[in-house]
Structures are given as C-alpha cells and as structure tokens.
C-alpha cells in the first residue's frame, strides 16, 4: 500500500486547509485510517481516524474544528481543517491499519499568526 499526502500549505489563523491523502497498491487490505501530526521538536501526535465504516474518533482539542472522512470508491483520505491556530503548524501525516501499517510522507501545514 502506498499513501500520498497532499494539501499542506501556509494559511492564516483562523483559516481553513482541507489535506488528502491518495492511497493505491493493495487497497483491499486497508481498514482503519488516521492522521497524525508531528510538530518541530515534539513528538508524532495522533489527530483522528476513520474506521473502514465510517466511525470517526478525534482528539479533544480537535473536536469541531477538524473532520476526518474518506471516499472508499476513490481510494482518498480527507482531513478538513478549520479554524486554524498557530499550534496546529506541524508536518501531517496519514496512516493506514495502525502504527505498523502504512504512513504516507507527510505534507507541511503553517499557520500564521
């Protein structure tokens, strides 16, 4: 399986990114996906997942700013973001089956002040 992030960028706070992730290779072997994110000096955090039916779970700190969902017929990841703050500024990354499964290579989310 491989994963292919997308939709990072420079945004203001208080202003909205929508990132995705394309996955391709052995599809049928996916099952739950997530997103991560990984600030400068700090460790890799978890943000939300998606089981493969549709059950999203998110951090507290996310909950209403942030959706995670998924397009199953074309294979893609989504993480909507809004209302952006400075310390959502991190490299994202997306996930597939857990920590020993598939990571994707990361895209770059700035959010300015």
């Known amino acids: 399986v491989q994963l292919q992030a997308s939709g990072g960028g420079l945004v203001q706070a208080g202003g909205s990114l929508r990132l995705s992730c394309a996955a391709s290779g052995s599809i049928i072997s996916i099952n739950t996906m997530a997103w991560f994110r990984q600030a400068p000096g700090k460790q890799r955090q978890w943000v939300a997942t998606?089981?493969?039916?549709?059950?999203?779970y998110y951090v507290d700190s996310m909950k209403g700013r942030f959706t995670i969902s998924r397009d199953n017929a074309k294979n893609t990841l989504y993480l909507q973001m809004n209302n952006l703050k400075p310390e959502d500024t991190a490299v994202y990354y997306c996930?597939?089956?857990?920590?020993?499964?598939?990571w994707g290579q990361g895209t770059q989310v700035t959010v300015s002040s």
């Open positions: 996930n597939a089956n857990g920590h020993r499964g598939y």
């Open positions: 998606i089981t493969s039916g549709g059950d999203a």
